[in-house]
């Protein structure tokens, strides 16, 4: 296994990706409470990387993590979702944004499991199947958000996350990456 990406080199080439270093450019300005650009458009980044491919090589959206719990109401989500959309637009790339605050609202109808009710948009970060993924930037401070490291990332190891031990999902999941990237090995 390669050496593990440092955070200076996983933020430098999730920017490679043209739209992940627009969309870091503009969010602040959303205001959006506790704002992360997540999940796949920032790991797929590197794993197109460690694959030679280009950055943005079969990335099917971006996902916006904020948190507010002032509102819980899907008129409230989706009142952020158009007014992001509309200034987003001009990127022609299909945004995910998702107010982790009511996550466990819609979580167990559509995916028919728990899920609990989040205090923060990283805490919605921490929750994704496989825990090598759980990758988010603060788009305010340009943080990186790793809570497992880069090491799994790097190696391409895909382990079920023990805060959403949901076996068939995860498998789906780390097999339909697997047909992506070869090289990831499932845990």
């Known amino acids: ?31 959006l409470n506790q704002c992360h650009l997540a999940a796949g458009c920032l790991f797929q980044a590197a794993w197109n990387h460690l694959s030679g491919q280009p950055v943005d090589w079969g ?3 971006y996902d916006i993590f904020y948190f507010d719990d002032r509102d819980l109401s899907w008129e409230a989500e989706d009142a952020v979702i158009q007014h992001a959309s509309a200034k987003l637009a001009d990127l022609g790339a299909k945004i995910e944004l998702k107010n982790q605050a009511r996550v466990h609202l819609w979580f167990p109808k559509r995916f028919n499991a728990p899920y ?19 990758v988010g930037i603060e788009v305010r401070s340009g ?21 959403l031990p949901q076996p068939e999902m995860f498998l789906r999941k780390a097999q339909s990456y697997q047909e992506r990237w070869p090289w990831l090995t499932i845990a």
Do not use: W
Not at 4 to 24: D, G, M, S, V
Not at 148 to 163: F, M, Q, S
């Open 1 to 31: 296994m390669a050496r593990p990406l440092t955070t200076e080199e996983f933020l430098a080439i999730a920017k490679q990706n043209p739209r992940n270093a627009e969309l870091l450019k503009r969010l602040p300005a959303l205001g």
């Open 59 to 61: 990335v099917s959206d």
């Open 143 to 163: 943080e990186l958000y790793a809570p497992n490291g880069l090491e799994d990332l790097t190696g391409g190891i895909l382990r079920i996350n023990p805060l």
């Open 116 to 134: 609990p009710q989040l205090h923060s948009a990283r805490d919605g970060i921490d929750r994704y199947l496989i825990p090598c993924t759980c």
